[in-house]
Nanobody, 126 residues
Framework: QVQLVESGGGSVQAGESLRLSCAAS????????MAWFRRAPGKEREGVAA???????YYADSVKGRFTISRDNAKNTLYLKMNSLKPEDTAMYYC????????????????????WGQGTQVTVSS
């Protein structure tokens, strides 16, 4: 079955960095579009960054210039490098997959994705 397992979350100070990883299994990773979402307490789930089958990336305005999404198809792994973290980045971060995606299509809409991980917590203190 499809599994998405996030790791790399933690507690950091504002201005520091973290790298999240999402290990995927149970489907053809290289054929998928992938994304990171987050949900802060009391807020709705928010799309953070997405990457297409071809490697094209798209970011939410709130993280543009600070976060970088990437994928390693040989390792079936998705990454999110987060620099210059802010307290407002505090949230549970989720990995999502669209298992059979059209080449080049990328989306930050949660409806586009059909598999989800359990999440990893990121806490940024000021």
């Amino acid at each position: 079955q499809v599994q998405l397992v996030e790791s790399g979350g933690g507690s950091v100070q504002a201005g520091e960095s973290l790298r999240l990883s999402c290990a995927a299994s149970g489907y053809t990773f290289s054929s998928s579009a992938m994304a990171w979402f987050r949900r802060a307490p009391g807020k709705e789930r928010e799309g953070v960054a997405a990457i297409s089958r071809g490697g094209g990336a798209y970011y939410a305005d709130s993280v543009k210039g600070r976060f970088t999404i990437s994928r390693d198809n040989a390792k079936n792994t998705l990454y999110l490098k987060m620099n210059s973290l802010k307290p407002e980045d505090t949230a549970m971060y989720y990995c999502a997959a669209r298992s059979t995606a059209v080449f080049g299509v990328v989306s930050l809409s949660s409806e586009y994705y059909n598999y989800w991980g359990q999440g990893t917590q990121v806490t940024v203190s000021s």
